[in-house]
C-alpha cells in the first residue's frame, strides 16, 4: 500500500509539473502573437527592420532572430527567439 501511495505521489507531481510548463509555454506563445500583432503595422504576419523599431530587444537581435536572413521576423522566429512584449 504505501509503494502505491509512493507511485501516485510521483504521477501526480509529473502531471503537475507538465501543466505547468504546458501554461508556461501557452503564455509566452500569447505573448509573443502579441508582440507580433502589435509591432506588424502592415499586417503581413511579418515584422520588418522598421516595424521592429518599436521594441529595443527586438531591434538589437533582429539580425540574430531572422534565422533565415529574409529581413523579416515570422511569428515562427519569434517564438524561438523567447523575446516577449516585457
Avoid: P, Y
Avoid at 6 to 11: E, H, R, V
Wanted: net charge negative; no cysteine; hydrophobic share 45%.
Amino acid at each position: 500500500m504505501a509503494n502505491f501511495k509512493k507511485l501516485m505521489t510521483i504521477a501526480l507531481t509529473i502531471m503537475l509539473v507538465q501543466g505547468l510548463l504546458a501554461l508556461v509555454v501557452s503564455s509566452t506563445a500569447r505573448a509573443q502573437e502579441s508582440l507580433m500583432t502589435t509591432l506588424d503595422s502592415d499586417q503581413d504576419g511579418l515584422i520588418s527592420l522598421h516595424e521592429a523599431a518599436g521594441h529595443k530587444a527586438l531591434l538589437e537581435n533582429f539580425t540574430k532572430i531572422d534565422s533565415n536572413e529574409d529581413g523579416f521576423i515570422s511569428l515562427d522566429e519569434l517564438e524561438v527567439s523567447e523575446i516577449t512584449k516585457g
